[in-house]
C-alpha cells in the first residue's frame, strides 16, 4: 500500500514560521545588548545574519529596530556594517525609528576607528529623513576636517546627499565653500575627486536659480583650476580621471599653443588600460581642435590607433561604442583608415548591430587599392546564417560598385548571388541590378 501524500509543505528552515520566530529573535537580540561575556560578538553575527537575510527576501523585521540599535555598541566593524545596512533599510519609511539611530550614529561618527567613523558618517547621510537634517550638519563639518582620507571622502559626498534632502541646510552651513577648499588643497586624490563630483552636481542644480551658483561653476574652468587638475590626473582612479576629462573638454584654452600643451599632458592617457578613460581622452582632443581645421588629420592619426586597439578587446557593447565613434571620424576623412580595412571585419561571434556598423564602414573606406579585398570579404557574408546581415552585404557591394570602384567585377560578383537560390538574396541583388 502506497504511504499517504502529505497535503502541506514544511516550512523553509531558512525563514521565520510567523511572528513567533521574529519574537524569538528579538529575545535574542535583547539578551545579548547588555551581555560582555566571551563570545557574545559571535553570537550576534549569527543572529544579525539571520535579521539581515529575512530583511533581504523581504520579510518584515522593522520591529527588532531597538534591539539591532542597541546590540551596536561594539567595536566589531562586521556587527556595526550589518546594523547599518538594516538602519538604512528601515529608516526613511519609518522617521520615528529612524530619530532612534541618531545618537548611536552620532557617537559611532566620533570613534576612534576612522572606518567606523566613516561608516557611520555614510548611514547617517544616508537616513534621507527631512525631519532629521539638523543632526548632519555637526557630524558632516568634523568629517570634512578629519585626519582620515576615508572619512573625508565620505563625507565629501554626503554634502551632496544632504543638499538633495535640504538645499538651504547644506548652503547655510557654507558646505560649499568647504568643498572647493578641500578639493584645491587635499592631498588625497579620491577626497578631491569626490569634491570635484559634489559640487560640479550641486552648482549645476543651483544655476538655474542662482547666478552666484552659476559664476562658481564657471571658475571650476579657470585656467589655474583646469591646470591643477591635469598636473594631478595619474593620481586619480579610472573614474576620477574621466570626470577630470569631461571637465577639461569644456575649457576653452586662450590659444593654440596651450590647445598643444594640453593634449600633450594627456598623450599618455591615450594608452591607458580603460576604455572610458581612452574615450574621454579622444573627446577632449577633438572637442578642443574642431575649429583647427588645419590639424585635424593630425589628430585623427594620433587616436586612430587607440581606437582600433579598443575595438578588438573587451566586450561587444564596448566595441560597438568605440566603434560608433570611429564611424564618425571614417566618415569623416575615409582616405585615413582605408589602410586599416581589415578592422572591419565582421567575426563570427559578434552580434549583429556590431556587423552593421562594420558593413557601414567597410564601404565607407573602399578605394581603388581595397575594393577587391573588400568585396570578397562582403560576398562571404552573403552566405551567412543570418538573413539581415546578407541583405546588408549585398547592399554594400552594389554601393561599392556605384562609386564606379571596379564596376564590370562587382556586376559580375552580384550575378554570381541569383545563383544561390536564396529568396532574400536574390531579392537584394536584383534591386541593386537595376540601379546600373
Not at 519574537?23 to 559571535?42: C, F, I, N
Not at 520591529?63 to 546594523?83: G, N, P
Not at 578631491?192 to 542662482?210: G, K
Amino acid at each position: 500500500m502506497a504511504p499517504p501524500v502529505q497535503s502541506q509543505k514544511s516550512a523553509s528552515p531558512s525563514q521565520p514560521s510567523g511572528k513567533g520566530e521574529v519574537s524569538d529573535l528579538k529575545l535574542q537580540l535583547r539578551q545579548l545588548a547588555g551581555s560582555r561575556a566571551p563570545g557574545t560578538d559571535d553570537s550576534k553575527r549569527d543572529l544579525f545574519k539571520k535579521v539581515i537575510s529575512y530583511m533581504t527576501i523581504g520579510i518584515d523585521v522593522s520591529s527588532l529596530f531597538s534591539e539591532m540599535v542597541m546590540c551596536s555598541a561594539t567595536s566589531d566593524i562586521v556587527l556595526k556594517k550589518m546594523c547599518y545596512l538594516y538602519v538604512g533599510n528601515y529608516a526613511k519609511g519609518n522617521p520615528d525609528l529612524a530619530l532612534l539611530t541618531i545618537n548611536f550614529l552620532q557617537r559611532d561618527c566620533r570613534d576612534e576607528d576612522p572606518m567606523i567613523r566613516g561608516l557611520a558618517l555614510r548611514s547617517l547621510c544616508s537616513l534621507r529623513v527631512a525631519n532629521l537634517v539638523e543632526y548632519l550638519v555637526g557630524p558632516l563639518g568634523l568629517g570634512l576636517k578629519d585626519k582620515n582620507s576615508y572619512v573625508r571622502t565620505v563625507a565629501a559626498i554626503g554634502v551632496l546627499k544632504l543638499y538633495c534632502i535640504s538645499a538651504s541646510t547644506c548652503i547655510d552651513a557654507d558646505f560649499t565653500s568647504m568643498l572647493k577648499t578641500l578639493m584645491l588643497n587635499d592631498p588625497d586624490a579620491q577626497v578631491v575627486a569626490n569634491c570635484l563630483s559634489s559640487l560640479q552636481e550641486i552648482w549645476s542644480l543651483e544655476a538655474s536659480t542662482s547666478e552666484e551658483a552659476s559664476r562658481e561653476r564657471e571658475s571650476l574652468l579657470s585656467k589655474p583650476v583646469i591646470y591643477y587638475f591635469l598636473n594631478r590626473i595619474k593620481e586619480f582612479s579610472e573614474w576620477a580621471q574621466c570626470l577630470v576629462l569631461d571637465l577639461v573638454s569644456k575649457y576653452v584654452p586662450a590659444d593654440s599653443s596651450e590647445i598643444f600643451d594640453i593634449m600633450n599632458l594627456l598623450e599618455d592617457r591615450l594608452q591607458h588600460a580603460n576604455g572610458a578613460v581612452v574615450l574621454a581622452t579622444i573627446k577632449v582632443f577633438l572637442h578642443m581642435t574642431l575649429s583647427m581645421t588645419d590639424v585635424h588629420q593630425q589628430v585623427y592619426e594620433r587616436i586612430k590607433a587607440p581606437l582600433l586597439t579598443l575595438v578588438s578587446s573587451g566586450s561587444s557593447e564596448q566595441s560597438y561604442a568605440v566603434l560608433s565613434h570611429l564611424h564618425l571620424l571614417v566618415m569623416r576623412a575615409p582616405i585615413l583608415f582605408s589602410s586599416d580595412y581589415k578592422h572591419f571585419y565582421c567575426q563570427y561571434n559578434e552580434p549583429s548591430y556590431v556587423k552593421k556598423l562594420k558593413l557601414d564602414m567597410l564601404t565607407a573606406v573602399a578605394n581603388e587599392s581595397n575594393t577587391y579585398e573588400i568585396v570578397t570579404e562582403l560576398c562571404e557574408y552573403v552566405a551567412n546564417v543570418d538573413v539581415p546581415i546578407a541583405r546588408e552585404s549585398v547592399r554594400a557591394v552594389g554601393k561599392i560598385a556605384l562609386q564606379q570602384y571596379d564596376v564590370n567585377a562587382i556586376v559580375d560578383r552580384l550575378l554570381q548571388f541569383l545563383e544561390m537560390e536564396k529568396d532574400y538574396v536574390t531579392a537584394e541583388t536584383l534591386v541593386k541590378l537595376l540601379n546600373f
